[in-house]
């Protein structure tokens, strides 16, 4: 199965609504056209930072409808799945194949806690529902509970032609190695999902990067990754360094309401995160101001988007 168009930067794009929490269109599809502007290869719907967890299934395919039509095959579309029933997972696979995504990511289901034969049986029951099509795994053991094993990604990438790769958000760079090292004989496709780990990823192997932070700085995040491979190794590594104080300082947030809260202080309207979560208070959204202006970045007039 080819997976070669699986690389680079594929931002989880943050889903924008107004202000009675309705899917905002025209702010959707000014900020695909801004990140596709800042060089990304791939758009990931309904990642994390894409607040998969507050939409139902028709605000979902609207999305992806409104994503397929603006990028108009200009790059890949992927889209994340969380579910925690299998057979939802599976529903909604279908209904992202039906619409026209190019490939699919699969969290572990959080809340539960599954035996490694239980999350090994969903996964596996994921892929063989949608045999033609790349599905890549979703290892983040920060925000399920629980990671995944290295011998079970070793089992499902070896049996499962369309498995093809995996954002590993684990932060644990031994991991990240492990997955790339043991599954390399199939041409496995291993992500990093820590923004601080961009180019750290790609020189132990791995092919790009899932980051939140290609929402409002594109141009930066992509160049970490064009200057690695163009074999500029001290200009990515430069650029990394740029960037991590702005991703760093997004932990003082709750999760995942930084990526938004940029967004809106560098003028981009994408909206506020969705209830329960909230815009970050005032004293954070400040230090988020002073740390993008402490690295050049330039502030948008208004403030923060209602």
Known sequence: MNSEFIKGIIPPIVTPVTVDEQIDEQALRNQIDFMIDGGIDGILAFGSNGEFYMFGQEEMRFVLSVLIDQVRGRIPVYMGI??????????????????????????????????????????????????????????????????????????????????????????????????????????????????????????????????????????????????????????????QWRLNPIRLQMDKSSFPVATKDYANLLGHEVGRPVLPSKCSPEPIMAQLGKCLKDNGFLLAEHGTSS
């Open 82 to 239: 969380g579910a925690i029933r299998t057979s939802t997972c599976i529903n909604l696979a279908k209904m992202g194949l039906d619409l026209g995504v190019d490939g699919i990511s699969v969290l572990q289901p959080m809340f539960l806690k599954p035996t490694e034969d239980e999350l090994e049986t969903h996964l596996s029951s994921i892929a063989e529902s949608i045999s033609g099509t790349p599905m890549l795994l979703y290892n983040n053991p920060g925000r399920t509970g629980y990671g995944m094993s290295q011998d079970m990604v070793w089992r499902l990438a070896h049996t499962y032609e369309n498995i093809v790769g995996m954002k590993d958000s684990s932060g644990d760079m031994t991991q990240t190695i492990e997955f790339i090292r043991r599954n390399r004989d199939v041409g496995f496709r291993v992500m990093s999902g820590k923004d601080t780990l961009i180019y750290s990823g790609m020189c132990a192997g791995a092919v790009g990067a899932v980051c939140s932070t290609a929402n409002f700085l594109p141009d930066l995040v992509c160049s970490i990754y064009r200057k690695f491979i163009a074999g500029d190794c001290q200009g990515s590594l430069e650029a």
